[in-house]
T-cell receptor, first 116, second 117 residues
Framework: EPEVTQTPSHQVTQMGQEVILRCVPI?????FYWYRQILGQKVEFLVS????????KSEIFDDQFSVERPDGSNFTLKIRSTKLEDSAMYFC??????????????FGEGSWLTVV | KNQVEQSPQSLIILEGKNCTLQ??????????LRWYKQDTGRGPVSLTI???SENTKSNGRYTATLDADTKQSSLHITASQLSDSASYIC?????WGSGGGADGLTFGKGTHLIIQP
């Protein structure tokens, strides 16, 4: 079974600090996503990435957030000046085509971010 | 606004029993509907994917049904096992370019299923 891997599994950071969450999507996939899930709430879309650029982003994904695919394998989410409300599980996902095609999208195990 | 509503919010059943989880959606036009299983603290794992033309899809003890006319889906679990304890999330995608927003995926809040021995 192919895997999307995420690091770190858990990070605690002080309010105002910057964090970088890393993801290694499945190797032949072209579409990459970040989602977040606040404890006890539903999964929320943050951003999708295709062909080395953002294809769509949600209202949550403001100037505080950025994504990058620095080396052709990693896919990172940077959160600048973290706030308490950024505490959540962040999921990376990847697929070989867009969601509308009906293909399987694979999620990573998530990165727990706790902002104190 | 696209919405996905799931019921019940939580469910407790005895091991070996069957159960059915419900999903109603307002996403239109519709492309596909997915059911995911999410263990506590883990990432969602895909169970089934159905396009608008499919009525049913099985994956082992999991059987999903879809009625695109009434915009309802169900996930039926037979002969439940302790390992089935998890949240089951319904996720709906609109057709490409339909302006569904957020790359098309709308997540439900999930049904929290607990299997008791």
């Amino acid at each position: 079974e192919p895997e999307v891997t995420q690091t770190p599994s858990h990070q605690v950071t002080q309010m105002g600090q910057e964090v970088i969450l890393r993801c290694v999507p499945i190797s032949n996939h072209l579409y990459f996503y970040w989602y977040r899930q606040i404890l006890g709430q539903k999964v929320e879309f943050l951003v999708s990435f295709y062909n080395n650029e953002i294809s769509e982003k949600s209202e949550i994904f403001d100037d505080q957030f950025s994504v990058e695919r620095p080396d052709g394998s990693n896919f990172t989410l940077k959160i600048r000046s973290t706030k308490l409300e950024d505490s959540a599980m962040y999921f990376c996902a990847s697929g070989d085509s867009g969601f509308q095609i009906g293909n399987t999208i694979y999620f990573g195990e998530g990165s727990w971010l706790t902002v104190v | 606004k696209n919405q996905v509503e799931q019921s019940p919010q939580s469910l407790i059943i005895l091991e070996g029993k069957n159960c059915t989880l419900q999903c109603n959606y307002t996403v239109s036009p519709f492309s596909n509907l997915r059911w995911y299983k999410q263990d506590t603290g883990r990432g969602p794992v895909s169970l089934t994917i159905m396009t608008f033309s499919e009525n049913t899809k099985s994956n082992g003890r999991y059987t999903a049904t879809l009625d695109a006319d009434t915009k309802q889906s169900s996930l039926h679990i037979t002969a439940s096992q302790l390992s089935d304890s998890a949240s089951y999330i319904c996720v709906v995608s609109p057709q490409w370019g339909s302006g569904g927003g957020a790359d098309g995926l709308t997540f439900g809040k999930g049904t929290h299923l607990i299997i008791q021995p």
